[in-house]
């Protein structure tokens, strides 16, 4: 925080100055210039010349008179949130989820498409662009009114440099994705893994809201995990903490470098439908597989059932492992594990509980796609704010 009697670069202590306000402001509402002195410890006279610049730009509005403290009566002031719009966007398998929404979080207008196959950084960036321009159009936003946009994307995504490091299912290790990205949407990008954003948007506003210790286990086109410690997410030393597709969990097999990780290969969505592939019958591949093997296997098809227990056995293995290193308050289920309903919980508990001492609460995910574009829509918030 700057005050009163700090130097440096003239301008890059307005912008700190303007965030900690705008920071104080969506704290605490509808407050007064001299509140707003007192919550920053800036002088009054730099507050009003700023609350005056912010009032003219539109993202600050006085919205009534408060109570006298002695003397005349004070303006309130309010943050305003729709003064400008965020994107939040995931990439999941084959499709493209896309929200815009003001500074405060909330969604307004959504849009999703789905993608040619296989999936390269061009089809990715001009998917992106065609979502911007069609959430503007719905918006009524107009583009420099974007703060920017949040991205979710599969694989060790580097931060700092706006790379992904290790990501098999795209092929896109060490490209400047980011870079690329922000040339074309003219926009300012941050990207995130995809598991990561689901964690971050669960633990806002969804089923985590406000544990501070959670992990989130994500089964789709790959396995993941997200990490919460005392409140913190935990992205480890060179962002790859939850990367659990590597666990050696399953058939072990061959790997090579650039390829899936053992439990990924074998049990994500795409192992479990290559296997399920020879046991089902009459399976439509558009409905989840889990669900089918569920069915079938209610059906009678001993296969089916002996290929699901197996599923839960190793689902089980990468959660005690995850349980027994972090010990969690909590452990959410996402992906195509939303649809093993209470019976396929109670499955798991009863799996955990033979093999761990203290089994965490294990619930469903309560966004289902919402919470990565909320999680995306997050991290441009938090870097901005």
């Known amino acids: ?25 969506r704290e605490y509402k509808r407050v007064s210039r001299a509140d707003l ?49 965020v994107i939040g966007a995931v990439f999941e398998g084959s499709t493209l989820h896309m929200s ?78 980011q870079q690329e990205m922000e040339e074309r949407l003219n926009i300012p990008v941050f990207i995130d893994n995809d598991v990561n954003l689901m964690t971050i948007g669960e633990f806002h506003q969804g089923i985590g809201f406000g544990v501070r210790n959670q992990v989130h286990m994500y089964v789709g086109t790959g396995i993941g995990a997200g990490i919460i410690i005392d409140g913190q997410f935990y992205r480890g030393f060179r962002e790859a903490a939850g990367e659990i597709g590597y666990m050696m969990i399953g058939p072990v097999g061959r790997t090579r470098r650039g390829e899936y990780g053992v439990f990924e290969r074998n049990y994500s969505v795409s192992g479990i439908i290559e296997k399920a592939r020879l046991i089902l019958t009459g399976w439509n591949e558009d409905t989840s597989v889990i669900t089918e093997l569920m069915r079938q296997s209610e059906a009678g098809n001993r296969k089916a059932e002996q290929f699901l227990e197996d599923i839960y056995v190793h689902w089980a293995h990468g959660m005690v492992n995850m349980i027994s290193v972090l010990d969690p308050e909590l452990l959410i289920i996402n992906g195509e594990m939303v649809n093993i309903g209470e019976q396929g919980i109670k499955k798991l508990n009863g799996l955990l509980a033979e093999w761990v001492p203290f089994v965490p609460p294990v619930k469903v995910a309560a966004l289902g796609i919402k919470a990565g574009i909320i999680g995306a829509i997050q991290i441009v918030l938090e870097a901005l704010s």
């Not at 890059?12 to 104080?24: D, E, F």
């Not at 403290?69 to 309010?78: D, H, M, Q, S, V």
């Not at 498409?113 to 107009?142: C, H, M, W, Y």
């Open 1 to 25: 925080m700057l005050g009163r009697g700090q130097t440096g670069n003239t301008k890059l202590v307005k912008q700190m100055n303007r965030h900690l306000l705008i920071s104080r402001l």
């Open 37 to 85: 002195a007192k919550l920053t410890e800036l002088s009054r006279p730099c507050v009003s010349s700023l609350v005056d610049e912010m009032i003219r730009e539109g993202l600050i509005n006085e919205v009534g008179i408060g109570e006298s403290k002695g003397g005349r009566k004070p303006i309130l002031l309010e943050y305003n949130f729709r003064a400008k719009g």
């Open 100 to 177: 815009i929404a003001d500074l405060s979080g909330e969604l307004l207008f959504n849009y999703g498409t789905r993608l040619s196959q296989p999936t390269n950084g061009e089809t990715a960036i001009r998917a992106l662009e065609v979502g911007v321009d069609a959430l503007l159009k719905q918006s009524g936003f107009d583009k420099d009114r974007l703060l920017g946009i949040g991205i979710g994307l599969p694989g060790i995504t580097q931060r700092t440099d706006g790379t992904i490091s290790y990501a098999p299912s795209t092929g896109w290790m060490g490209l400047p994705v």
